[in-house]
């Protein structure tokens, strides 16, 4: 247990703020203090929703106010730049979704930042605490299925085509890469361990520029190799499957179903089914706060090094595919 409570202020209160919010509300240790919003009838809505809630007019009010512990950051990609940086230079620390940033460069700057002033800082990769990964991450170093050899993961939606919509629009940082496939490119990196030594991939750019979905081949050393995919163009694939030299492990919609199928070289197949509690946000929200009772500055689960090495990885993709944001 946790030794005090935490009060978190969030910045936006769209889906994903209301998401995270039900899933705190799980955790004794945490308290939903307070939300700002680009709109009052947002924010508004947002505190019925959650007693007690507090509602700000604007984000330097909400960062500034004492009683914040923890600032949990929901707004649209091209602001997570601007948001975790006034929170950080008010002396908050920080909890911000995926995509951390927008590149590498921006993520650059929000890590000094925290580091001078002995902040913490996590990016929400809420998958990687989900029990059913846990579980896999422990096979995997148990290597029960062998020398990993080949890892394929994709994750597409049908999303309705919106220019308006932040999903659609480049300037807001749209794009299948920075919504959905950096949930199997930080899979990737979770198996493996580093960051592919080559990559070759072929992306559609839609017609308000941003990727409407990709493929990517990722190769590590030796003889290993991840198979990648996204978009939002309802194929409806959401699995992933490790193969090693002695076996294999799959998960169909691991953050839904929560169950894994262990298939040996030799032997019979077993599934393991783990529940999860909630949405399966909270896992990260406790992480946030155990690192904060015991002094760390990142969590060891998603250091701040490795998201930055993840971004690094964003950015050589949409290099290959000439696609560049606003401002960049």
């Not at 950080?88 to 921006?106: D, I, M, S, Y």
């Not at 002995?118 to 998958?127: D, G, H, N, P, V």
């Not at 930055?308 to 993709?317: C, E, F, G, K, S």
């Amino acid at each position: 247990m946790n030794s005090r409570t935490y009060n978190w202020g969030f910045v936006a209160a769209g889906a994903m703020a209301h998401a995270m919010a039900r899933d705190l509300a799980l955790l004794p240790n945490a308290r939903i203090h307070s939300v700002y919003s680009r709109t009052a009838e947002s924010a508004l809505d947002f505190a019925r929703s959650f007693s007690g809630c507090k509602t700000y007019s604007s984000l330097e009010a909400l960062v500034s106010d004492g009683e914040v512990d923890i600032v949990y950051i929901s707004s649209p990609n091209h602001l997570h730049l601007p948001h975790a940086r006034a929170a950080l230079e008010t002396g908050k620390p920080v909890l911000c979704e995926k995509p951390f940033t927008l590149n590498a460069a921006q993520l650059s700057e929000l890590i000094e930042i925290a580091r001078v002033k002995q902040l913490f800082l996590m990016e929400a990769m809420w998958i990687r605490w989900l029990p059913i990964v846990v579980k896999m991450r422990q096979l995997l170093t148990e290597q029960i299925i062998g020398d990993l050899r080949l890892l394929k993961a994709g994750f597409h939606a049908q999303l309705p085509m919106n220019p308006e919509g932040r999903i659609y629009n480049l300037a807001m940082g749209g794009g299948s890469l920075l919504d959905l496939g950096i949930y199997p490119i930080s899979f990737a990196s979770l198996v493996f361990s580093q960051q592919p030594e080559e990559m070759a991939s072929i992306a559609h750019l839609g017609t308000t520029g941003i990727d409407e979905h990709f493929g990517a081949v990722f190769h590590y050393s030796k003889i290993r190799m991840a198979l990648l995919s996204a978009g939002v163009d309802g194929a409806f694939r959401d699995d992933i499957s490790v193969h090693g030299s002695a076996g294999s492990i799959r998960m169909e919609k691991p953050w839904k179903l929560g169950r894994l199928t262990i298939e040996p070289r030799d032997g019979d197949s077993e599934t393991v089914t783990l529940a999860m509690e909630g949405g399966g946000y909270s896992y990260q929200a406790a992480e946030v706060m155990r690192c904060l009772d015991a002094g760390l500055l990142e969590s060891p689960i998603m250091p701040l090094d490795e998201s930055l090495q993840i971004m690094q990885t964003l950015d050589r993709l949409r290099r290959q595919w000439g696609l560049i944001f606003p401002g960049e």
